[in-house]
């Protein structure tokens, strides 16, 4: 818990001395002494004349934080951990309940200290429900974001219907929901896999307000994207037999417009269905991502630029640095 602290006022300087000023010892320190007194004169002058005209107090230029900011500064630990520094509620939504998607999972951080947070809506791939991107709920929520996996309407809903199901699950999050004065409505973004990932291109397309965009493997047989302006990261996978990063993400990548702040991360030694379970890496380049994009947080951009090289687990980075939005 922060303890307030006050601080006593800045007090005056010691009273003047009642004492007579010593005796000035030549003509020539006197003379020194009227020109400094004369200087000083001007310059008392000076300020009178500018207060009276009731011109502002010059003062140094204050430097403003990032409004946006949430939690501590990061570190390459805290963006791999499996929990970030916020503790996680969560909340189900019938499906009942809403209109235009299949209902979900709401996870937040508990803590209402630091204002509102950015918001972020995940939808599944096809034939599959929320469960299968569960695990990036109370992931993504503990860095400081309310998190919506979604259930879509059907299992085999297309990418352009999971695009507008992931809009109306941001609709309802920031208009409807239980949680939704914990949510700042200009800072929202997507994700998604495989036709979800689709979806997450076709929602970016529709609302180029988003703030960031995050398709994982995904599919969509339009390839061709530069109608794009929100920030994207586009996530495939070395092994993926099903949306080959040849036809499907590489692809995406190029066709994003090249003033746009883009990036493709290659998954090394992984399939379509990674980003199905708990995977470090997508954790830590999305967390990053996000933060950049969504929260406007400068702090995280050490992890994106320069471009991360290839390791055990990133078989390629490609993107544009330093990033711009």
Same mark, same amino acid.
């Given at each position: 818990?922060?303890?307030?602290?006050?601080? =006593? /006022?800045?007090?005056? #300087?010691?009273?003047?001395?009642? +004492? +007579?000023?010593?005796?000035?010892?030549?003509?020539?320190?006197?003379?020194?002494?009227? @020109?400094?007194?004369?200087?000083?004169?001007?310059?008392?002058?000076? @300020?009178?004349?500018?207060?009276?005209? #009731?011109?502002?107090?010059?003062?140094? =230029?204050?430097?403003? @934080? &990032?409004?946006?900011?949430?939690?501590?500064?990061?570190?390459?630990?805290?963006?791999?951990?499996?929990?970030?520094?916020?503790?996680?509620?969560? %909340?189900?939504?019938?499906?009942?309940?809403?209109?235009? $998607?299949?209902?979900?999972?709401?996870?937040?951080?508990?803590?209402?200290?630091?204002?509102? $947070?950015?918001?972020?809506?995940?939808?599944?791939?096809? %034939?599959?429900?929320?469960?299968?991107?569960? !695990?990036?709920?109370?992931?993504?929520?503990?860095?400081?974001?309310? *998190?919506?996996?979604?259930?879509?309407?059907?299992?085999?809903?297309? =990418?352009?219907?999971? #695009?507008?199901?992931?809009?109306?699950?941001?609709?309802?999050?920031?208009?409807?929901?239980? *949680?939704?004065?914990?949510?700042?409505?200009?800072?929202?973004? *997507?994700?998604?896999?495989?036709?979800?990932?689709?979806?997450?291109?076709?929602?970016?397309?529709?609302?180029?307000?988003?703030?960031?965009?995050?398709?994982?493997?995904? !599919? &969509?047989?339009?390839?061709? !994207?530069?109608?794009?302006?929100?920030?994207?990261?586009?996530?495939? /996978?070395?092994?993926?037999?099903?949306?080959?990063?040849?036809?499907?993400?590489?692809?995406?990548?190029?066709?994003?417009?090249?003033?746009?702040?883009?990036?493709?991360?290659?998954? +090394?030694? /992984?399939?379509?269905?990674?980003?199905?379970?708990?995977?470090?890496?997508? @954790?830590?380049?999305? *967390?990053? !991502?996000?933060?950049? $994009?969504?929260? &406007?947080?400068?702090?995280?951009?050490? $992890?994106?630029?320069?471009?991360?090289?290839?390791?055990?687990?990133?078989?390629?980075?490609?993107?544009?640095? =330093?990033?711009?939005?």
């Amino acid at each position: 818990m922060q303890q307030n602290r006050t601080l =006593p /006022a800045a007090s005056g #300087g010691p009273a003047p001395s009642a +004492r +007579r000023p010593h005796r000035l010892p030549s003509r020539l320190t006197r003379a020194c002494l009227a @020109a400094l007194l004369a200087a000083g004169g001007l310059v008392a002058a000076q @300020a009178t004349g500018a207060q009276a005209a #009731g011109a502002p107090a010059v003062s140094a =230029p204050a430097v403003a @934080a &990032n409004p946006y900011e949430r939690g501590p500064a990061p570190t390459n630990a805290s963006i791999e951990a499996t929990r970030g520094s916020y503790a996680v509620s969560q %909340t189900s939504v019938s499906s009942l309940a809403v209109s235009g $998607f299949g209902g979900g999972t709401v996870y937040y951080p508990t803590s209402t200290s630091d204002g509102t $947070f950015g918001a972020v809506a995940i939808s599944p791939g096809y %034939t599959a429900s929320q469960s299968s991107i569960a !695990w990036l709920g109370p992931r993504l929520a503990s860095q400081g974001f309310v *998190v919506f996996t979604i259930d879509t309407l059907t299992t085999l809903d297309q =990418p352009d219907s999971r #695009g507008r199901q992931l809009l109306a699950a941001l609709d309802y999050l920031t208009q409807r929901s239980s *949680v939704r004065t914990r949510i700042d409505s200009t800072r929202l973004g *997507v994700m998604g896999h495989s036709m979800g990932g689709g979806g997450t291109l076709e929602a970016a397309k529709s609302r180029p307000s988003l703030q960031a965009a995050i398709p994982l493997t995904g !599919w &969509n047989l339009d390839t061709t !994207w530069p109608e794009i302006k929100t920030p994207t990261l586009i996530v495939g /996978a070395d092994g993926d037999t099903i949306a080959p990063v040849a036809t499907h993400s590489e692809p995406f990548y190029r066709s994003l417009p090249s003033t746009l702040d883009k990036a493709y991360l290659e998954l +090394r030694g /992984a399939t379509h269905f990674t980003p199905n379970s708990s995977n470090t890496t997508i @954790a830590k380049y999305s *967390v990053s !991502w996000l933060k950049r $994009f969504i929260d &406007n947080d400068t702090r995280y951009e050490q $992890f994106l630029c320069p471009l991360p090289r290839a390791s055990l687990t990133i078989a390629e980075y490609r993107g544009n640095c =330093p990033h711009t939005s």
